[in-house]
């Protein structure tokens, strides 16, 4: 069968980010998505209006059988939405999925693009902080980036990252500027290995940080390298993002939603 990539990830009923992007964006990537789910939210494109997670004795058992069934390449997780599920992420690395040396994307969701709580951010960025040496990559907006290293300056943040276990962080200039062109940076082993500049699109997205993280977890589970990984999910992101969903098109702020359904058209 297609490799598989094991997601953790929250439900959103607006189809926009969660597992939902994750299933679409892995499948696109040419790989099949299993999900064990995190957390139900309550929210639509515009904002979140709860949730309640999953107990992480259901979570684990959800993913310790499909880990005993499917041929799982790579783990991908975003929301966790409580300690209790990043304490267990990080106790099934270390007794289980880091003997078989299975690549982890780490995306680490603390608060949604629309501003709203998907847990509390304090405990969770404590809680992180056990689970980040088990990622091979992790992709935070610029917030959780800060809120993770501690530091204000990206790079510095991304090497302080490296060097407390993870392997690589790819990071983009998002959420800085309201203008201009996006950087991004991709980091391994402290050392940036790789830049872009993205064209700055109009809008907010809803779910375009989950769709990316998952999309590269699909590259690699195929098999490409990281940053080959991370190139071939630009180029996708990218197409899904400029084709995207506006449910509220009279209003300019209101969040976008991608449509990873789109048909790509091939890089030059
Ligand atoms: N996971 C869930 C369940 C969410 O509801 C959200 C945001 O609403 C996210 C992850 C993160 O979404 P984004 O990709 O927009 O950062």
Redesign the pocket.
Known sequence: MRPVVLCF????PSG????Q?DIEAIGQAGAHAAVACT?I?V?NSQQ?IGFEACAATLVEAQATTVLDDLPVRVIKS??LGTIDNIAMLTRLFAERIIADGTPFVL?P?LV???G?S?GDEQTLVAAFRKLLPYATLITP?THELRALSGEQDLHIGAQKLCAQGTHAVLVKTSHDFDSGDIEQYLYVQGEMIHQSTLSRLDGE???????LASFIAGRLALGDALTAAVIAADHWITQTLIAADAPHPDDAKAQLIPNRFVKITAST
Request: aromatic share 4%; charged share 5%.
């Open positions: 990830s929250g439900l959103d926009g980010a969660g597992l992007a957390a939210t929210q979140v975003g929301m995306d969701v949604a693009n629309s709203g998907l907006n997205f809803h779910g375009s940080g989950c769709s």
